[in-house]
C-alpha cells in the first residue's frame, strides 16, 4: 500500500506540500524569514564592507597588485603606528573603565530615588548619550577654544593659568577621554540600573538579617546578580570605543603631534586624506582579531554562567 | 512630410544617449554636443559666491543646448574629499568635479588629459605659476585645469596699527596700494623682531602649528626660504640637511613669540585670533579679513593682506589652487571640457573673483590684476597684493618638489609642523631629524 502510495504522483505532490507547510509552520523557519530582512542588510551594510576592506588591505599603495600581509608587516616597523596602538589602548581602556565605574555609581543613585521622581532623573543623565556625538563635542571643542575657552575663563576667576586643552598632549588625551566619558557613561548608567532592579529584593533582605553590611551586599549580592551585564556592557562598549572616530575628529584631529590619533582618525588620516587606501583599511583592521577574541571569552563565560544558572 | 516638434527637454533627452556615443569626439555645437553633464564645484566660504558660477554655467548650458546639473560640495568635514575618493572607486559620479590641492596627481589614471584645454588658456592668459604645474602636470600631460573658484595665497595679512605700535613697522608703505611693493627690509630677521616685539606688546603673531592645511602652508613658506627641501623632486630623503637645521632652529625661535596654544591650532583659529582683536598677523587669505568687516569692521579697518618675509633663498608664498578636472568614466567630456573653457575666460575668471569679494584666484599670470582687489575696502586697496600681481613673492606649495605620491602624504601628516613642535618642545635636533626621515621612508613605499 505503501509502495502504492508512494508512485502515485498526486500522493507525491501533496506530501511534498504538507512538508513545505510543515517547514514553514516551524517556529525557526519563521523567525529565520522574520530575520531575513536584517540579515540582508547587515550582509549588504557590515559583511560587504568588512570583507571590501579585507580585500583593500591586500593590496599595494597603488592598487594594482596583491601584497598579502605587506601593509600589516609595514605597519609593524612605524613609530607612529604603535603609538596609535598605546593611545587606542589608552583611550578605549580608560574611558571604559571610568564610565563603568561612573555608570555603576550613578545607577545606584538613581536607583534610590523614590520612582515618583525617577523618571525625570533617568531622562535628565540620559541628555548627554542621545545627543548626537559629533554635536555635543562640538560643543566641547567650543569649551576647548585655544582662544575662547569657556573653561579656561571659569578658571581664571579663581585664579587657574590658562589650559592648553587639546594643545598638549598629556591635556588632549585628557580631553578626549573626558568627553568620550561623558557621552558614554549614560549608557552604562541605564545599563546598570535595568540590572539593578531585576535583583531580587529578597536577597537583601536576607543578606541583613545575615548582618552584611553595605559593601558586602554590594560584593556578595549586587556584583554577582550584574555579572553578566556588566560584562556585555563593557565589552560593547569596549569595541565601539576603539572604533570611536568622532570625538577624536573633532576635537584634535589626533594632534598634538599624533597623540590623540586612534585606529579610526589614524586609518581616515592615512587612507582618505593621504591617498593610501589600502593601508588605512590595514590600520582599521588592526583590531578586529584582538576584539573577536575577547569578545569570544567573554560570550562563552557568560553563556558558561547562564547554564550554570 | 511630418514634421515634429521638439521641446528642448524632449531633445536634449534624446540626443543624451547619442552623446555618450561620441565622448572622444572634439565638442562641436551640434546635436551630438547637447546632452547631459553633472557638475561637482567645491561650495564656496563666502556667501553669494556661488552665485557667479551657477550664472555662467546656465550661460553656458543655454548656448550649447546642454542639460547641466549643480553640486556645490562642501570641503567641511572632508565632504569634498570624500566624495571624490567615492566617485574613483565607483567608477561613477560626475562629469567634472572639482579637485583640491594634491587629487590630480592622486587620480591620475582616472582623469581625461587636459592640454588641449589648458595650452589654449595658456595662450590667452599668460602662464601659470610653477606650484599650479607641478601639482597639475605630470609627465607632460595635464591632469587638470586650474580653477580659480577656491584658489587662494596663504600670506600674511596684517594689523596695520599694531605692527606700527608694538615693531614700527609701517605696512602700508612697504606694500603700496596700486604700487610695487617696497619690502626689500621685510625679511626673515625682521619678521622674527616684529613676531617679538607684537608678543611683548600682548598682541602676538598668529601663526598655527597643527596639522591643518593653513599651519603647513605656512611651516612649507618658511621651509622654502631657507631651501629646506624634506625630499628633493628625485624622491631621496634630503631632510637631514643645513637648509632643514636652519629652518627649525628659526622656527624654535619664532614659536617662543606665538601663543601656546599655536600646536593645537586649526584652520579656523587663526581667523579667529585675528577677528578677537588679539592677533596682529596671520597667514591667510582673505577670508578672516571678511569675516571682521562683517564681525568686527574695526578691525577689518586695519588689516592690509601682503607678500610674505624674505629668507635666505628667497621669497616665497603659499598658493593652493583648486582644479577642476574630468573623470575618465565621464560620459560627455566634450561637453565637460567646452564648459571648463568657458569658465576659465578671463571674463568669467573676473566674475568669479568679485562675487567672492576678490577670495578666488585665477592662475593665470594675465589675471592678476582685476579691479576689484584694487577697489576692495576698507581699507582700500587692502588686497591690491593679494593676487601677487608684481610676482613679488614666488608662489609655493608645503613638500615641493617631492614626488607627488610622497608630498602628499608629507602635507597631510603635517610632517613639517610636527619637526617644529618637536624641536621647539626640547626634543634633539638629531631625534627630530631621525623620526622625520623614518616617516618619509615609509612614505616613499609604493
Same mark, same amino acid.
Request: glycine share 8%.
Given at each position: 500500500m505503501a509502495d502504492i502510495a508512494a508512485r502515485n504522483p498526486a500522493v507525491i505532490a501533496g506530501g511534498q506540500r504538507s512538508g513545505l507547510h510543515k517547514l514553514m509552520q516551524r517556529k525557526s523557519t519563521i523567525a529565520f524569514l522574520m530575520a531575513l530582512p536584517l540579515i540582508l542588510l547587515i550582509a549588504i551594510l557590515v559583511a560587504y564592507p568588512a570583507g571590501y576592506a579585507v580585500y583593500l588591505a591586500t593590496l599595494n599603495k597603488g592598487m594594482t597588485r596583491f601584497v598579502g600581509f605587506g601593509n600589516f608587516e609595514f605597519l609593524f616597523g612605524r613609530d607612529t603606528f604603535w603609538l596609535v596602538v598605546y593611545q587606542s589602548c589608552l583611550f578605549a581602556i580608560t574611558a571604559v573603565i571610568f564610565k563603568a565605574i561612573i555608570g555603576f555609581v550613578v545607577a545606584h543613585f538613581v536607583h534610590n530615588i523614590p520612582s515618583k521622581g525617577q523618571r525625570k532623573w533617568r531622562g535628565m543623565l540620559l541628555v548627554p548619550w542621545v545627543i548626537p556625538p559629533a554635536m555635543s563635542t562640538l560643543a566641547w571643542l567650543w569649551l576647548f577654544d585655544p582662544s575662547y575657552s569657556a573653561l579656561n575663563w571659569i578658571l581664571a576667576h579663581f585664579g587657574i593659568g590658562n589650559i592648553p586643552w587639546t594643545g598638549e598632549a598629556g591635556w588632549a588625551r585628557f580631553s578626549v577621554i573626558l568627553v568620550n566619558v561623558w557621552i558614554g557613561s549614560p549608557f552604562f548608567m541605564i545599563m546598570y540600573l535595568a540590572a539593578l532592579k531585576s535583583v531580587p529584593e529578597q536577597l537583601y533582605e536576607a543578606a541583613s538579617i545575615d548582618g552584611a553590611t553595605w559593601w558586602q551586599r554590594i560584593w556578595y549580592v549586587t556584583l554577582p546578580m550584574m555579572r553578566n551585564i556588566i560584562a556585555i556592557t563593557a565589552l560593547f562598549s569596549l569595541i565601539v570605543t576603539f572604533a570611536n572616530f568622532d570625538i577624536v575628529r573633532v576635537l584634535t584631529a589626533g594632534g598634538p603631534l599624533n597623540s590623540t590619533h586612534i585606529f579610526g582618525t589614524w586609518a581616515f588620516r592615512v587612507g582618505i586624506e593621504g591617498g593610501d587606501i589600502p593601508l588605512g583599511a590595514a590600520v582599521s583592521l588592526f583590531m578586529v582579531p584582538i576584539l573577536a577574541v575577547a569578545a569570544t571569552f567573554i560570550l562563552r563565560d557568560i553563556t558558561k554562567r547562564g547554564s550554570e544558572v | 512630410m511630418v514634421s515634429t516638434k521638439v521641446s528642448r527637454r524632449r531633445f536634449v533627452a534624446g540626443t543624451a544617449v547619442a552623446s555618450t556615443a561620441v565622448v572622444a569626439a572634439p565638442f562641436v555645437r551640434s546635436a551630438y554636443a547637447a546632452g547631459k553633464l553633472s557638475v561637482g564645484f567645491w561650495d564656496h566660504w563666502v556667501p553669494g559666491a556661488n552665485k557667479a558660477t551657477q550664472e555662467l554655467v546656465k550661460e553656458w548650458a543655454d548656448k550649447e543646448k546642454v542639460e547641466v546639473t549643480i553640486d556645490y560640495i562642501t570641503s567641511q568635514g572632508n565632504k569634498l574629499l570624500l566624495t571624490t575618493a567615492a566617485e574613483s572607486q565607483a567608477k561613477s559620479g560626475h562629469d567634472i568635479l572639482a579637485f583640491s590641492t594634491w587629487l590630480p596627481s592622486r587620480y591620475a589614471d582616472q582623469l581625461v588629459p587636459m592640454n588641449d584645454v589648458v595650452e589654449p588658456l595658456i595662450k590667452a592668459n599668460g602662464a601659470v605659476n610653477g606650484t599650479v604645474e607641478y601639482l597639475g602636470k605630470v609627465d607632460g600631460k595635464w591632469l587638470a585645469v586650474p580653477a580659480t573658484v577656491g584658489s587662494q595665497i596663504k600670506g600674511p595679512c596684517s594689523r596695520i596699527d599694531l605692527l606700527k605700535k608694538?615693531?614700527?613697522?609701517?605696512i602700508q608703505a612697504m606694500y603700496p596700494a596700486g604700487a610695487a611693493p617696497q619690502a626689500d627690509a621685510w625679511n626673515l630677521d625682521n619678521f622674527l623682531k616684529a613676531a617679538e616685539a607684537c608678543q611683548k606688546g600682548g598682541n602676538p603673531f598668529g601663526i598655527g602649528l597643527g596639522t591643518t592645511s593653513d599651519n603647513v602652508d605656512a611651516a612649507g613658506a618658511f621651509f622654502h626660504a631657507f631651501g629646506a627641501m624634506l625630499v628633493d623632486a628625485k624622491g631621496n630623503i634630503t631632510v637631514k640637511s643645513d637648509p632643514v637645521r636652519q629652518a627649525l632652529d628659526y622656527y624654535k625661535r619664532l614659536m617662543a613669540f606665538? $601663543? $601656546?596654544?599655536? /600646536?593645537?591650532?586649526?584652520?579656523a583659529s587663526n581667523n579667529k585670533f585675528l577677528v578677537s582683536g588679539q592677533g596682529s598677523l596671520i597667514m591667510n587669505p582673505p577670508s578672516a579679513w571678511a569675516v571682521a568687516k562683517r564681525d568686527a569692521p574695526q578691525v577689518a579697518e586695519q588689516l592690509w593682506t601682503h607678500g610674505f618675509p624674505a629668507g635666505p633663498k628667497g621669497r616665497f608664498g603659499p598658493f593652493l589652487p583648486f582644479f577642476w578636472g574630468v573623470w575618465n568614466f565621464s560620459k560627455n567630456q566634450a561637453a565637460a571640457k567646452s564648459l571648463i573653457t568657458f569658465l576659465s575666460q578671463a571674463a568669467s575668471a573676473e566674475k568669479m573673483v568679485i562675487a567672492s569679494g576678490g577670495y578666488d584666484l585665477p592662475?593665470?599670470?594675465?589675471? *592678476? *590684476?582685476?579691479?576689484v582687489w584694487a577697489e576692495?575696502? $576698507? /581699507?582700500?586697496? *587692502?588686497?591690491?597684493?593679494y593676487p601677487n600681481p608684481h610676482n613679488h613673492q614666488t608662489l609655493s606649495i608645503a613638500a615641493a618638489p617631492a614626488p607627488h605620491k610622497i608630498a602628499e602624504q608629507i602635507y597631510t601628516q603635517a610632517i613639517q609642523t610636527q619637526m617644529v613642535v618637536r624641536y621647539a618642545k626640547g626634543e634633539a635636533m638629531d631625534k627630530t631629524l631621525d623620526w622625520a626621515a623614518k616617516e618619509l621612508e615609509g612614505f616613499t613605499r609604493n
Amino acid at each position: 500500500m505503501a509502495d502504492i502510495a508512494a508512485r502515485n504522483p498526486a500522493v507525491i505532490a501533496g506530501g511534498q506540500r504538507s512538508g513545505l507547510h510543515k517547514l514553514m509552520q516551524r517556529k525557526s523557519t519563521i523567525a529565520f524569514l522574520m530575520a531575513l530582512p536584517l540579515i540582508l542588510l547587515i550582509a549588504i551594510l557590515v559583511a560587504y564592507p568588512a570583507g571590501y576592506a579585507v580585500y583593500l588591505a591586500t593590496l599595494n599603495k597603488g592598487m594594482t597588485r596583491f601584497v598579502g600581509f605587506g601593509n600589516f608587516e609595514f605597519l609593524f616597523g612605524r613609530d607612529t603606528f604603535w603609538l596609535v596602538v598605546y593611545q587606542s589602548c589608552l583611550f578605549a581602556i580608560t574611558a571604559v573603565i571610568f564610565k563603568a565605574i561612573i555608570g555603576f555609581v550613578v545607577a545606584h543613585f538613581v536607583h534610590n530615588i523614590p520612582s515618583k521622581g525617577q523618571r525625570k532623573w533617568r531622562g535628565m543623565l540620559l541628555v548627554p548619550w542621545v545627543i548626537p556625538p559629533a554635536m555635543s563635542t562640538l560643543a566641547w571643542l567650543w569649551l576647548f577654544d585655544p582662544s575662547y575657552s569657556a573653561l579656561n575663563w571659569i578658571l581664571a576667576h579663581f585664579g587657574i593659568g590658562n589650559i592648553p586643552w587639546t594643545g598638549e598632549a598629556g591635556w588632549a588625551r585628557f580631553s578626549v577621554i573626558l568627553v568620550n566619558v561623558w557621552i558614554g557613561s549614560p549608557f552604562f548608567m541605564i545599563m546598570y540600573l535595568a540590572a539593578l532592579k531585576s535583583v531580587p529584593e529578597q536577597l537583601y533582605e536576607a543578606a541583613s538579617i545575615d548582618g552584611a553590611t553595605w559593601w558586602q551586599r554590594i560584593w556578595y549580592v549586587t556584583l554577582p546578580m550584574m555579572r553578566n551585564i556588566i560584562a556585555i556592557t563593557a565589552l560593547f562598549s569596549l569595541i565601539v570605543t576603539f572604533a570611536n572616530f568622532d570625538i577624536v575628529r573633532v576635537l584634535t584631529a589626533g594632534g598634538p603631534l599624533n597623540s590623540t590619533h586612534i585606529f579610526g582618525t589614524w586609518a581616515f588620516r592615512v587612507g582618505i586624506e593621504g591617498g593610501d587606501i589600502p593601508l588605512g583599511a590595514a590600520v582599521s583592521l588592526f583590531m578586529v582579531p584582538i576584539l573577536a577574541v575577547a569578545a569570544t571569552f567573554i560570550l562563552r563565560d557568560i553563556t558558561k554562567r547562564g547554564s550554570e544558572v | 512630410m511630418v514634421s515634429t516638434k521638439v521641446s528642448r527637454r524632449r531633445f536634449v533627452a534624446g540626443t543624451a544617449v547619442a552623446s555618450t556615443a561620441v565622448v572622444a569626439a572634439p565638442f562641436v555645437r551640434s546635436a551630438y554636443a547637447a546632452g547631459k553633464l553633472s557638475v561637482g564645484f567645491w561650495d564656496h566660504w563666502v556667501p553669494g559666491a556661488n552665485k557667479a558660477t551657477q550664472e555662467l554655467v546656465k550661460e553656458w548650458a543655454d548656448k550649447e543646448k546642454v542639460e547641466v546639473t549643480i553640486d556645490y560640495i562642501t570641503s567641511q568635514g572632508n565632504k569634498l574629499l570624500l566624495t571624490t575618493a567615492a566617485e574613483s572607486q565607483a567608477k561613477s559620479g560626475h562629469d567634472i568635479l572639482a579637485f583640491s590641492t594634491w587629487l590630480p596627481s592622486r587620480y591620475a589614471d582616472q582623469l581625461v588629459p587636459m592640454n588641449d584645454v589648458v595650452e589654449p588658456l595658456i595662450k590667452a592668459n599668460g602662464a601659470v605659476n610653477g606650484t599650479v604645474e607641478y601639482l597639475g602636470k605630470v609627465d607632460g600631460k595635464w591632469l587638470a585645469v586650474p580653477a580659480t573658484v577656491g584658489s587662494q595665497i596663504k600670506g600674511p595679512c596684517s594689523r596695520i596699527d599694531l605692527l606700527k605700535k608694538h615693531a614700527g613697522i609701517d605696512i602700508q608703505a612697504m606694500y603700496p596700494a596700486g604700487a610695487a611693493p617696497q619690502a626689500d627690509a621685510w625679511n626673515l630677521d625682521n619678521f622674527l623682531k616684529a613676531a617679538e616685539a607684537c608678543q611683548k606688546g600682548g598682541n602676538p603673531f598668529g601663526i598655527g602649528l597643527g596639522t591643518t592645511s593653513d599651519n603647513v602652508d605656512a611651516a612649507g613658506a618658511f621651509f622654502h626660504a631657507f631651501g629646506a627641501m624634506l625630499v628633493d623632486a628625485k624622491g631621496n630623503i634630503t631632510v637631514k640637511s643645513d637648509p632643514v637645521r636652519q629652518a627649525l632652529d628659526y622656527y624654535k625661535r619664532l614659536m617662543a613669540f606665538l $601663543p $601656546p596654544d599655536a /600646536p593645537s591650532w586649526d584652520d579656523a583659529s587663526n581667523n579667529k585670533f585675528l577677528v578677537s582683536g588679539q592677533g596682529s598677523l596671520i597667514m591667510n587669505p582673505p577670508s578672516a579679513w571678511a569675516v571682521a568687516k562683517r564681525d568686527a569692521p574695526q578691525v577689518a579697518e586695519q588689516l592690509w593682506t601682503h607678500g610674505f618675509p624674505a629668507g635666505p633663498k628667497g621669497r616665497f608664498g603659499p598658493f593652493l589652487p583648486f582644479f577642476w578636472g574630468v573623470w575618465n568614466f565621464s560620459k560627455n567630456q566634450a561637453a565637460a571640457k567646452s564648459l571648463i573653457t568657458f569658465l576659465s575666460q578671463a571674463a568669467s575668471a573676473e566674475k568669479m573673483v568679485i562675487a567672492s569679494g576678490g577670495y578666488d584666484l585665477p592662475s593665470f599670470a594675465n589675471l *592678476t *590684476t582685476f579691479k576689484v582687489w584694487a577697489e576692495e575696502a $576698507p /581699507p582700500k586697496g *587692502t588686497l591690491y597684493h593679494y593676487p601677487n600681481p608684481h610676482n613679488h613673492q614666488t608662489l609655493s606649495i608645503a613638500a615641493a618638489p617631492a614626488p607627488h605620491k610622497i608630498a602628499e602624504q608629507i602635507y597631510t601628516q603635517a610632517i613639517q609642523t610636527q619637526m617644529v613642535v618637536r624641536y621647539a618642545k626640547g626634543e634633539a635636533m638629531d631625534k627630530t631629524l631621525d623620526w622625520a626621515a623614518k616617516e618619509l621612508e615609509g612614505f616613499t613605499r609604493n
